[in-house]
């Protein structure tokens, strides 16, 4: 079955601080991943775009892993922001699909 | 481009009315995907047009959803009756296709939808 998982569910850093999400898939078969940023009340936003070939990709303090053997992304935000605070969904597609997380919600403190 | 468009952005009802959604995805784009978002169930996937033409409509909770895009410019969803478990975030979104991927998608606001 095809499901994507992710880790923590929620998580709370100070400003200024790093953060690591994560993303397990079992999607098959993939052709790219997605982390998307899910402000309070508003659409998601796309961050990056991941095909099978890339293993970082970055998008200012934001970077993201990709490991198609392990099938494991992590989603990387360096030096937080107390407008990073969001909702952070990870996407596989399959074939004319999209698997969608559940998310991580982080909330940063000043 | 004024990005993908919604309506209304709030919509209060009582139970057993009819419900319209209202979308206008970015011009261009041949894909079209309506969403449901709620806190116990995340983000679903109702249904997804390309080029005008329902594709999949696996998401759809009931029969007492429909969808419809009746040009390449407009698209409704429809909750006829509506009930308190209807209520929720509904979001629009649309994108390209990189053969036979989905390229990336871009969402509107979204219409928040509460049946009391």
């Known amino acids: 079955k095809n499901q994507v998982e992710q880790s923590p569910q929620s998580l709370i850093i100070l400003e200024g601080k790093n953060c690591t999400l994560q993303?397990?898939?079992?999607?098959?078969?993939?052709?790219?991943l997605r982390w998307y940023k899910q402000d309070t009340g508003r659409g998601p936003v796309s961050l990056t775009i991941m095909t099978f070939s890339e293993n970082t990709k970055s998008n200012g303090r934001y970077t993201a892993t990709l490991d198609a053997d392990t099938k494991q992304s992590s989603l990387h935000i360096t030096a937080s922001q107390l407008s990073d605070s969001a909702s952070y969904i990870c996407?596989?597609?399959?074939?004319?699909?999209?698997?969608w997380g559940a998310g991580t919600k982080l909330i940063i403190k000043p | 481009d004024a990005g993908v468009i919604q309506s209304p952005r709030h919509e209060v009802t009582e139970m057993g009315q009819e419900v319209t959604l209202r979308c206008k995805p970015i011009?261009?784009?041949?894909?079209l995907f309506w969403y449901r978002q709620t806190m116990m169930r995340g983000l679903e996937l109702l249904i997804y047009?390309?080029?005008?033409?329902?594709?999949?409509d696996s998401g759809m909770p009931e029969d007492r959803f429909s969808a419809k895009m009746p040009n390449a410019s407009f698209s409704t969803l429809k909750i006829q009756p509506s009930e308190p478990r209807d209520s929720a975030v509904y979001f629009c979104?649309?994108?390209?296709?990189?053969?036979?991927?989905?390229?990336?998608?871009?969402f509107g606001p979204g219409t928040r939808l509460t049946v009391t």
């Open positions: 047009f390309n080029n005008n033409v329902p594709i999949d």
């Open positions: 993303c397990n898939y079992t999607v098959s078969p993939f052709s790219n």
């Open positions: 011009s261009g784009h041949d894909y």
């Open positions: 979104a649309s994108s390209l296709a990189v053969g036979s991927f989905f390229y990336e998608q871009y």
């Open positions: 996407v596989v597609t399959p074939y004319y699909q999209l698997i």
